[in-house]
């Protein structure tokens, strides 16, 4: 999967509490993007980045958080999680601007309880 | 914002026939148009693209055409085997950030 890893795979945690997801790659693409997956709604940007320490925000960013601050590593972090933040999680990672060829993680299925 | 819709949500197509998945788009400066295929419990893959300098674009059974005027474009796979049973997700450049915008998927099942 175009050198892309996600961890953990699965997660349970409690409400409130904070929880990181993290995306490892070894493609050197200076892209990368989190992206949450729920039925009926397809895939959902949340964050992404452009460059060490270069972030911005996607459609439904709100309740995340992420940090860049390594070429390879991209983290998202959940500050108090929340039931509707039960999904699944994808990370993507690309080459050039506006978006091509872009190459996904397995996924990490977080469940809020 | 710019949006991406996709249709049909769900399609059915007997073994050996062809399928065809079409997604119109908002944003006139979208350049860039993949399309995702998701088996179960695994990641998007992408599996054709075209660029709006291109109107067509084949690779073996499958096929995208491109309309920029109306803003559509299409996937077409012909000849189709158990193996294409996925989700299909079509997707468009949005030019002014560094994105894709994605459609809601099409869940396309191969009957025997």
């Known amino acids: 999967d175009a050198g892309i890893t996600q961890s953990p795979r699965h997660k349970v945690t409690e409400t409130g509490t904070p929880v990181t997801l993290r995306c490892h790659q070894t493609e050197n693409h200076r892209y990368m993007y989190w992206y949450r997956q729920d039925p009926g709604h397809g895939l959902r940007l949340i964050h992404y980045s452009y460059g060490v320490k270069d972030t911005d925000k996607g459609e439904v960013s709100d309740g995340y958080s992420v940090s860049r601050s390594k070429t390879e590593d991209f983290l998202l972090t959940l500050e108090s999680a929340t039931s509707s933040q039960t999904s699944v999680y994808f990370c993507?990672?690309?080459?050039?601007?506006?978006?091509?060829?872009?190459?996904f993680g397995q996924g990490t299925r977080l469940t809020v309880v | 914002g710019e949006n991406v819709e996709q249709h049909p949500s769900t399609l059915s197509v007997q073994e050996g026939d062809s399928a065809v998945i079409k997604c119109t788009y908002s944003?006139?400066?979208?350049?860039?148009f993949p399309w995702y295929k998701q088996e179960l419990g695994k990641g998007p893959q992408l599996i054709i693209d075209i660029r709006s300098n291109v109107g067509e674009k084949k690779d073996q059974r499958i096929a995208v055409t491109l309309n920029k005027t109306a803003k559509h474009f299409s996937l077409h796979i012909t000849e189709t085997q158990p193996e294409d049973s996925a989700v299909y997700f079509c997707a468009a450049s949005v030019q002014r950030d560094d994105k894709i915008i994605f459609g809601k998927g099409t869940r396309l099942h191969i009957l025997p």
């Open positions: 944003d006139s400066a979208s350049n860039y």
């Open positions: 993507a990672i690309g080459r050039e601007r506006y978006g091509t060829e872009a190459f």
